[in-house]
T-cell receptor, first 111, second 114 residues
Framework: DQQVKQNSPSLSVQEGRISILNCDYT??????FLWYKKYPAEGPTFLIS?????DKNEDGRFTVFLNKSAKHLSLHIVPSQPGDSAVYFC??????????FGPGTRLSVLP | KAGVTQTPRYLIKTRGQQVTLSCSPI?????VSWYQQTPGQGLQFLFE???????NKGNFPGRFSGRQFSNSRSEMNVSTLELGDSALYLC?????????????FGSGTRLTVV
């Protein structure tokens, strides 16, 4: 039973446009969410987080939105750059437990 | 400061053998977690160690085990290797327990079982 889902295995976006990566979860007990980016042959690197008490968190070109009633979060990248091409993982946790990761979405930003 | 270091980077083993992977966390980090990444499955949690004690364990068979030393370095062992164990094994460290702080990941060990 996959508690964190990323239903789009891949996404292609033109450089300069907005990239929207989606993540759905099933457990309403999740209270903290993270997004990680992963390049080939490297470990995932932390991008941005959001607590369940917020509905938006922004850091430069990256914004994460949380809709608790829909159990949905999304990562917006504006403007998208070729260097953003990577696999993006969302992760969620119940307080005191380890993070559960989604299967990832491969983003390709086309020049 | 140095990041999370995993050794070796690549490993090829034969079915039935055992393997030990090593992870050195960021200096000062006391929590080490291990994840298995396979295509289409994302990152599957194996276990977390904090101050030499296993705090959490994922849903993996007993062939997967680990330990943490007093200097916070951690090892993961897989015995009686199966073809399905071929994966990227990622180690992540955290200042406190991972649940509170999130992770910094290493580059991983790519294990191929033939």
């Amino acid at each position: 039973d996959q508690q964190v889902k990323q239903n789009s295995p891949s996404l292609s976006v033109q450089e300069g446009r907005i990239s929207i990566l989606n993540c759905d979860y099933t457990n309403s007990m999740f209270d903290y969410f993270l997004w990680y980016k992963k390049y080939p042959a490297e470990g995932p690197t932390f991008l941005i987080s959001i607590s369940s008490i917020k509905d938006k968190n922004e850091d430069g070109r990256f914004t994460v939105f949380l809709n608790k009633s829909a159990k949905h979060l999304s990562l917006h990248i504006v403007p998208s750059q070729p260097g953003d091409s990577a696999v993006y993982f969302c992760a969620a946790r119940i307080y005191g437990q380890n993070f559960v990761f989604g299967p990832g979405t491969r983003l390709s930003v086309l020049p | 400061k140095a990041g999370v270091t995993q050794t070796p980077r690549y490993l090829i083993k034969t079915r039935g053998q055992q393997v030990t992977l090593s992870c050195s966390p960021i200096s000062g980090h006391r929590s080490v977690s291990w994840y298995q990444q396979t295509p289409g499955q994302g990152l599957q949690f194996l276990f977390e160690y904090f101050s030499e004690t296993q705090r959490n364990k994922g849903n993996f068979p007993g062939r997967f085990s680990g330990r943490q030393f007093s200097n916070s370095r951690s090892e993961m062992n897989v015995s009686t290797l199966e073809l399905g164990d071929s994966a990227l094994y990622l180690c992540a460290s955290s200042p406190g327990t991972a649940a509170n702080y999130g992770y910094t990941f290493g580059s991983g060990t790519r294990l191929t079982v033939v």
